[in-house]
Each structure stands twice: as C-alpha cells, then as structure tokens.
C-alpha cells in the first residue's frame, strides 16, 4: 500500500497527535503531528530504538542527554536505553516520521 | 547524532549504491541512491520488514505481486516474507530512505 505521508496528518488540540501508519511485530510506522508548544515527555525504552525524520516544520529532539533542532530533510536515531524527548517550540505544525524497532510490549 | 539525509547520498555509476545511516541489532537505515535506469532486484526476507521512503525523485517498488510508482513524501513499507524490489525507471537520480526491522542475519 501506497502512503501519503503529509496526507495522514492529523492534529489534535490538547496532544501530540501520533498516527498510525503501519504496525507489525518487527516496526511501527507513525506520524507524530505537534501543534507550536505540543511535545513528547523524554522516555526511554530499553529494547526500542527509534527513527525521527522531520517531514514539516521545525522541533527539538533530546536523545541522551544532547539537544538537536532538527528540520525537513533531518534524522535521528534515538538508540535503546537512551532518554529522548521532542518538542515543538516552534510557531508552526511540525509532522514528523517515527519508526520504533521492535515495536515496545505495550504497543 | 544529526543526520542531513540528502548530504549522505552518494552514487554508483554501476548499481544502486547503498549508504548505511544507522546499524543496531534492531533497526538499519539506509539510503539507496539510483542513477536513472539503476534498480535492486526483486528479493524477500522471511524475518524483516522493510520501509521505503522517497526523499528525490520517483521510483517504482514492487511489493508482493504489487507496482508503486513513489515520490517525495511518499511510502511503501514491504512485510517479511513479501518480494520486493526497487527501479528507477525515470529520467532523474533517485534517494530512498530505507528502514529494516530487525537487521537480515548477514547484514
């Protein structure tokens, strides 16, 4: 199946929005869509690694402790067991890819 | 670690050529940089899924008995066990972000 990726976005007021894309025991595929000032609390899982790929706008993703602004075109690997977070500081819609590896127990 | 993707595409003049971004025992990313006229023949893996992203230019995926003709901002994830393969049939080079989960056993 074919995915439109900015298609898929979709907001929600109070939350980050995450939607999801794809699904199976071996990766998720979401899109994590932040208003200006939405964020994901900094967490860390310890079997997961994660994959950011900003497709719009501009935020902040904490990985272990280092801060990266990260735009269009930009990536980063949180690896397991490290502590990440993203923020949108920014005064615009920020949508990001996000794909988890392997997908956490509670997914 | 920031990763510029399109500063990390680099190009073969006799095969796709395959940059590694990121490799852990859960998760490799990749990019894939065809000339027109370059492709990755039609395979499977039992165990790992695979994602593809467009980041330049358009290629046509094959998944699974399947044809998509992908562009920027556009997504075809392959299930294990589901053939795939990649080509780009266009007149203009092409940059594929690709996320497998897990890594194939002789990565």
């Known amino acids: 199946m074919k995915i439109r990726l900015h298609d898929r976005a979709s ?17 998720l595929v979401d899109l994590y869509c932040l208003e ?3 964020a ?11 994959l950011y790929v900003v497709l719009e706008g ?26 990440h977070g993203v923020v949108n500081d920014s005064g615009a819609r920020a949508v990001l890819l996000v794909v988890v590896a ?6």
Chains 1, 2 share one sequence.
């Open 36 to 38: 200006p000032g939405q």
């Open 58 to 83: 501009r935020v902040r993703v904490a990985v272990h402790g280092v801060e990266h602004v990260i735009e269009p075109g930009e990536a980063v690997v949180a690896a397991a067991g490290h502590e």
């Open 40 to 50: 994901q609390k900094p967490h860390a899982h310890a079997e997961q690694d994660k």
């Open 11 to 27: 907001f929600q007021p109070d939350r980050m929005a995450k939607v999801a894309l794809a699904a199976s025991p071996r990766m």
């Open 102 to 107: 392997p997908p956490p127990p509670h997914a």
